[in-house]
C-alpha cells in the first residue's frame, strides 16, 4: 500500500491511476496532432508549468534557428495552450509517446518520463524530426488527473 497522508491507495487504485495518467498523455498528444484546441486545454492544471527550452536542441541552449526557443518556459494552463497553438499552428504533427515510467506518490500527487518521438511539417517539407523525454509532474483534481508540469529533453532534433 502507498501512503500518501492520511490517505492509502491500495495496489488496484495505483494501477489504476498509473493507467489514468498514461491515457492523460496520449490526450495530450492526440490532441495535438489533430489541433483540437479545447481537448488540450483539458490536460493541463491552471498552474501549470511547461520548459520547451529544448525543444528545437539538445541542450536548450540552441543556437541559430533554435535560439528562440531559448527562453520558452510558461506558466499557466492557458498561456501553454497559447504557446502550443502559436508554436504549431496549422503545421502537421505526429507525436508519439511510449515506455511510461509512472510513479504515484500519493492519492492526488505522480510524477513519470515518457519516451516521445515527433515531427512537424511545414506543407510536404520537414521541419523538425526529434526523440527525447518528457519530465513530468501530475495531479489529480476534481475532475481526474492533469500535468501540473512538463520539461522537454531532447536526445535527437534536426531541423529542416
Not at 61 to 82: C, D, F, K
Not at 87 to 101: L, Y
Request: aromatic share 8%.
Amino acid at each position: 500500500m502507498l501512503h500518501g497522508g492520511a490517505m492509502m491507495m491500495d495496489t488496484t487504485d495505483i494501477l489504476l491511476a498509473i493507467e489514468d495518467i498514461k491515457r492523460l498523455k496520449a490526450r495530450y498528444f492526440r490532441y495535438m496532432d489533430t489541433k483540437d484546441w479545447n481537448g488540450l486545454a483539458t490536460v493541463f492544471c491552471g498552474d501549470a508549468e511547461f520548459d520547451a527550452r529544448a525543444s528545437l536542441s539538445l541542450d536548450g541552449v540552441g543556437e541559430g534557428a533554435a535560439a528562440e526557443s531559448n527562453e520558452w518556459v510558461y506558466r499557466g494552463g492557458e498561456t501553454i495552450l497559447s504557446f502550443i497553438q502559436a508554436a504549431i499552428g496549422t503545421k502537421r504533427t505526429v507525436h508519439h509517446g511510449h515506455c511510461h515510467e509512472v510513479e504515484i506518490l500519493s492519492a492526488s500527487e505522480a510524477r513519470g518520463v515518457i519516451a516521445m518521438e515527433d515531427r512537424i511539417y511545414d506543407g510536404d517539407a520537414l521541419y523538425l524530426n526529434g526523440c527525447g523525454h518528457y519530465h513530468e509532474t501530475y495531479r489529480r483534481e476534481a475532475d481526474g488527473w492533469r500535468i501540473l508540469t512538463s520539461r522537454l529533453t531532447r536526445l535527437h532534433v534536426t531541423l529542416g
